[in-house]
């Protein structure tokens, strides 16, 4: 029994019988396959693009030769680094607690996070909004209207805004 079944093989769905070792039938005299059309043939690579990408590597491999043996890639070494770089990385040398500062960073950043999040709920509410924008233009236009449009008024709070920078930054 177990000979016979592995030679022929019987489908459910049919009532006719496939002899495993018979010859296929093609495609076009079965009525039950539906050929697909073949793919189209490949692209053809334009002669320009090997150049391009053999220049590539070449540049990688001088970057990685160049940083194995310690020296600076020529474009970094021909670039100086902007002036805020170098003030970032004096400013934080003379940091004592650099713990405590980037924990502080960390903090500032997850608050960040979760007030976008916040944000975000507040803005998923139907009416809130359109209320809220209403309340940014209104306290803007009164903002405007008391301390932007007579003179005296511009004056104090230019002079406001110098005093405020110089206790934060210490300058005189």
């Given at each position: 029994?177990?000979?016979?079944?592995?030679?022929?093989?019987?489908?459910?769905?049919?009532?006719?019988?496939?002899?495993?070792?018979?010859?296929?039938?093609?495609t076009?005299?079965?009525?039950?396959?539906?050929?697909?059309?073949?793919?189209?043939?490949?692209?053809?690579?334009?002669?320009?693009?090997?150049?391009?990408?053999?220049?590539?590597?070449?540049?990688?491999?001088?970057?990685?030769m160049?940083?194995?043996?310690?020296?600076?890639?020529?474009?970094?070494?021909?670039?100086?680094?902007?002036?805020?770089?170098?003030?970032?990385?004096?400013?934080?040398?003379?940091?004592?607690?650099?713990?405590?500062?980037?924990?502080?960073?960390?903090?500032?950043?997850?608050?960040?996070?979760?007030?976008?999040?916040?944000?975000?709920?507040?803005?998923?509410?139907?009416?809130?909004?359109?209320?809220?924008?209403?309340?940014?233009?209104?306290?803007?236009?009164?903002?405007?209207?008391?301390?932007?449009v007579?003179?005296?008024?511009?004056?104090?709070?230019?002079?406001?805004?110098?005093?405020?920078?110089?206790?934060?930054?210490?300058?005189?």
């Open positions: 029994m177990a000979s016979a079944s592995s030679s022929a093989l019987s489908i459910s769905s049919s009532s006719t019988r496939v002899d495993a070792k018979a010859p296929r039938q093609t076009a005299a079965s009525p039950q396959c539906v050929t697909l059309p073949t793919l189209p043939p490949p692209p053809v690579q334009s002669q320009s693009r090997p150049w391009k990408t053999t220049a590539y590597c070449r540049k990688f491999a001088r970057n990685v160049a940083m194995a043996t310690g020296e600076a890639p020529a474009e970094v070494a021909t670039a100086e680094m902007p002036e805020i770089v170098k003030k970032i990385q004096d400013a934080w040398d003379k940091v004592e607690d650099k713990y405590a500062v980037s924990s502080l960073a960390v903090a500032l950043v997850v608050a960040l996070w979760g007030s976008t999040g916040l944000i975000l709920a507040i803005d998923r509410l139907p009416l809130v909004p359109g209320v809220l924008e209403l309340v940014g233009i209104g306290y803007s236009g009164w903002f405007a209207y008391k301390n932007l007579f003179k005296p008024d511009r004056e104090a709070l230019v002079q406001k805004v110098r005093d405020t920078y110089k206790e934060i930054t210490g300058s005189s």
